[in-house]
T-cell receptor, first 110, second 116 residues
Framework: QKEVEQDPGPLSVPEGAIVSLNCTYSNSAFQYFMWYRQYSRKGPELLMYTYSSGNKEDGRFTAQVDKSSKYISLFIRDSQPSDSATYLCAIYTGRRALTFGSGTRLQVQP | GAVVSQHPSWVICKSGTSVKIECRSL??????MFWYRQFPKQSLMLMATSNEGSKATYEQGVEKDKFLINHASLTLSTLTVTSAHPEDSSFYICSAREGGVDQPQHFGDGTRLSIL
């Protein structure tokens, strides 16, 4: 079982839709949960960072952590074509570097 | 804040040459820097981790003599691909972290390396 699993998509939604992106992880001891956005041919950009169960909101983005279910989510409200990118979850699993999910490709159709 | 600059963004060179890629943290001190490789439509593959003033720690399967990493200061790390060959063509991305593992990694914009 992979430490961090993420549905690769692609996920296609109409403009204005609410997008839900998810990752599961294998060990309830993992902590420090992040979401990155990566545009084509660019480096990943940090979107959200949280370390506890619950919700964290920043503008149109909400990060949710459910430690009991070992499940994290990123919600995007009022999605825009400019949100089209690959979204990567990342979790600190005790290794030297963050452990990344495989990334979900999102396409928001105008 | 937390800006990481990577240079060059794109390089094309002949087989057999060596290529150096720079990674700088512009507004913070990077106690740890990371180098990744990414193939098209795939996730990030960690190559090595380095702490300032120490030798880099390479991931299994990464040739340390091929990919030389230097982390001489708290704001600069370099990756040198020695005697590059076409199979080394890839997208290389650095990231930097200030402080401990509870801090996020911040990424540069990557370097597209093409070996002819």
């Amino acid at each position: 079982q992979k430490e961090v699993e993420q549905d690769p998509g692609p996920l296609s939604v109409p403009e204005g839709a609410i997008v839900s992106l998810n990752c599961t992880y294998s060990n309830s001891a993992f902590q420090y949960f992040m979401w990155y956005r990566q545009y084509s041919r660019k480096g990943p950009e940090l979107l959200m960072y949280t370390y506890s169960s619950g919700n964290k909101e920043d503008g149109r983005f909400t990060a949710q952590v459910d430690k009991s279910s070992k499940y994290i989510s990123l919600f995007i409200r009022d999605s825009q074509p400019s949100d089209s990118a690959t979204y990567l979850c990342a979790i600190y699993t005790g290794r030297r570097a963050l452990t990344f999910g495989s990334g979900t490709r999102l396409q928001v159709q105008p | 804040g937390a800006v990481v600059s990577q240079h060059p963004s794109w390089v094309i060179c002949k087989s057999g040459t060596s290529v150096k890629i720079e990674c700088r943290s512009l507004d913070f001190q990077a106690t740890t820097m990371f180098w990744y490789r990414q193939f098209p439509k795939q996730s990030l593959m960690l190559m090595a981790t380095s702490n300032e003033g120490s030798k880099a720690t390479y991931e299994q399967g990464v040739e340390k003599d091929k990919f030389l990493i230097n982390h001489a200061s708290l704001t600069l790390s370099t990756l040198t691909v020695t005697s590059a060959h076409p199979e080394d063509s890839s997208f290389y991305i650095c990231s930097a972290r200030e402080g401990g593992v509870d801090q996020p990694q911040h990424f540069g914009d990557g370097t597209r390396l093409s070996i002819l």
